[in-house]
């Protein structure tokens, strides 16, 4: 903490296995720089906990679902739907998602549950020796995430339903009778 502090980093990030670290939290909580929180491996009852404790001191917090496998190889573990769920239980606070696998599919199946910080690994070389390299995103991915991600802000749209003007040739072709 006193490292990423002297060094002029913008956040602090807390990975899964400082969850439940007191100290950490609470060091790093003082420090008022903004703080993401990865919850893998974590309970409701954990994640509530370092909640409260980083809060006492500082209110800028992101908290990520996550799963603590390197790499998440059975899909149904990813549970993203917990995404969903840590907006409910932690409205006054940004949730995102914290990925370990190799594509980005999931990382744009979590922005669209809500997830609004999109963590992943990345290297530069997935051949690489060391327990993450396999599994991280390439450049070339990552920039397909990061071109993915704002496509699907766009399209995300604002909720209303009407007529589109590239609609308006289509639907006079398609539609056999006006309403």
């Not at 990423?4 to 807390?14: D, N, Q, R, S, T």
């Not at 599919?105 to 070389?125: D, K, Q, S």
């Not at 909720?159 to 056999?176: C, D, H, T, V």
């Amino acid at each position: 903490v006193d490292r990423i502090v002297k060094l002029g980093m913008p956040a602090i990030k807390i990975a899964s296995g400082g969850l439940t670290d007191q100290r950490l939290l609470r060091h790093a909580a003082l420090t008022q720089l903004p703080i993401i929180l990865s919850t893998g491996g974590g309970t409701f009852k954990e994640i509530d906990a370092a909640v409260e404790l980083i809060t006492c001191y500082n209110d800028q917090l992101a908290i990520l679902h996550c799963v603590a496998a390197y790499p998440v190889r059975d899909y149904t573990e990813h549970n993203l739907r917990c995404i969903q769920t840590m907006r409910e239980r932690y409205p006054e606070f940004v949730i995102g998602w914290s990925g370990h696998d190799s594509g980005i599919a999931m990382g744009l199946a979590a922005y669209t549950l809500g997830a609004r910080v999109i963590e992943v690994h990345f290297t530069l070389n997935r051949a690489n020796k060391g327990t993450d390299h396999s599994f991280s995103l390439e450049p070339a991915g990552l920039g397909k995430l990061v071109r993915d991600l704002q496509r699907a802000h766009a399209a995300m749209g604002d909720g209303q339903k009407r007529y589109l003007a590239s609609e308006f040739a289509p639907i006079s072709k398609m539609r056999r009778r006006e309403l």
